[in-house]
């Protein structure tokens, strides 16, 4: 199925770009794990030895990536087609390119079709939203792959309360006729303009993998982000040590505009020790205590000057109740915005410790360009 979404949202790339108002095309070279998806330049492992302790003997791996998004829009047709490269030798042997994008046609307001793959950021359930890791988790994603539609409403004359449904088809190749694998997932989204987003995202509702979700955001406070949520079947390990059955998370930033400093932290974490296997309760136990899963991020951002952005990112994971699974990452950096319209460069310096020391350090490093940006 994959294989025929890619085609299907070419094809619908094509369509818009032949009547496109607006064209935008945005390359990123280089890598960094938070703005690519990808890996870091430079990354450097510590190596243990036979007992399992730390070295201090540091194992080297540069994965070079290039990322050329094309966005193109108009009334009826928007899409993206993105196009990502990444190579650890020159040589080709260990390099991979992939394709991604979608294209969604909107005959009127109330109602559109889309298809693709990783089009998540298109229709979210806008309360999920973790904004110290600038993401949506995969739980808090309505649509994500294959093809769908999506249905607004205003409620009011004045648009302030807004209302809008998604519901769609997703999976692999070998998926179509496996209950297990393909997923149908549906969701929603509620919103008064100036007070507070309420939102759902049921995904796998046909097979044994079924996650629900729901989530609320406060909107009535200037510069305040404020998010929370419960998850049934939590499993995207990025934002939470492991799996929980039930889960919650809590986002807030603040955005200090006459100060040009922004601060905002997660946290998501798990409601007792269960977990889901194919369906099946299971707990997490170590010498007798029950184990729950934990995550936090924080992350603050200073606007120096025009040209210069300082930010840091820490990260904390364990399983609370087991001391020697914490684990800690890092991450202080900076971006500089080049004369001329030259885009940015980004880097700074990563650390990931865990019970032993220190597991790993890289030093990411991006370049990011718009290289072309029309509108008619």
């Known amino acids: 199925m994959k294989k025929i979404m890619t085609v299907l949202a070419a094809s619908a ?26 890996s870091d330049l430079f990354v450097f492992e510590n190596q243990k030895d036979d007992d399992g302790n730390y070295k201090d003997d540091y194992s080297n791996t540069t994965r070079v990536s290039d990322r050329l998004q094309l966005d193109v829009s108009d009334k009826k047709f928007d899409a993206r ?9 020159l040589n080709g042997k ?17 109602f559109n079709l889309i298809a693709g793959n990783d089009f998540f950021t298109k229709v979210p359930v806008n309360a999920g939203y973790l904004v110290a890791n600038d993401d949506y988790p995969k739980y808090a994603r309505i649509l994500q792959n294959g093809f769908g539609a999506i249905s607004n409403w205003n409620l009011l004359d004045d648009g302030n ?3 809008s449904f998604a519901g769609g088809l997703k999976g692999t190749d070998d998926s179509i006729n496996d209950r297990d694998k393909r997923g ?16 759902g995202s049921f995904q796998n509702v046909m097979g044994d993998e079924l996650s629900a979700s729901i989530f609320v955001g406060l909107k009535a406070i200037e510069n305040l982000t404020l998010n929370a949520g419960y998850i049934y079947n939590c499993t995207d390990t990025d934002f939470i ?11 807030a930033g603040y955005n200090f505009q006459d100060l040009g400093l922004f601060l905002c932290a997660d946290v998501v974490s798990g409601i007792g020790n269960e977990y889901l296997d194919n369906g099946e309760t299971e707990k997490y136990v170590k010498d007798d205590n029950d184990l729950t899963p934990f995550q936090t991020t924080l992350r603050v951002a200073y606007k120096l000057n025009d040209s210069v952005e300082l930010g840091a990112k820490a990260e904390l994971s364990m399983m ?46 991006t370049w990011k360009c718009t290289l072309a940006d ?3």
């Open 13 to 38: 790339f094509v369509c818009s770009a032949l009547s496109a108002q607006s064209i935008k095309l945005v390359n990123t070279f280089g890598g960094d794990s938070d703005n690519t998806g990808g």
């Open 81 to 89: 087609l993105r196009t990502e490269i990444a190579a650890t030798k």
């Open 94 to 110: 260990e390099s991979t390119i992939r394709f991604r994008g979608y294209g969604r046609f909107k005959p009127v307001d109330q």
């Open 161 to 163: 309360l807004r209302l």
């Open 184 to 199: 149908l997932d549906f969701g929603f989204n509620a919103e008064s303009k100036d007070l507070v987003t309420i939102g």
């Open 241 to 251: 040590s492991s799996s929980a059955k039930n889960a919650l998370s809590l986002s």
């Open 320 to 365: 609370i109740g087991d001391s020697d699974s914490t684990k800690t990452e890092i991450y202080p950096n900076v971006t500089y915005g080049l004369p001329n319209n030259f885009g940015t460069l980004s880097t700074g310096i990563r650390v990931s410790t865990d019970n032993d020391g220190i597991a790993k350090f890289a030093i990411p490093v």
């Open 374 to 376: 029309i509108k008619k």
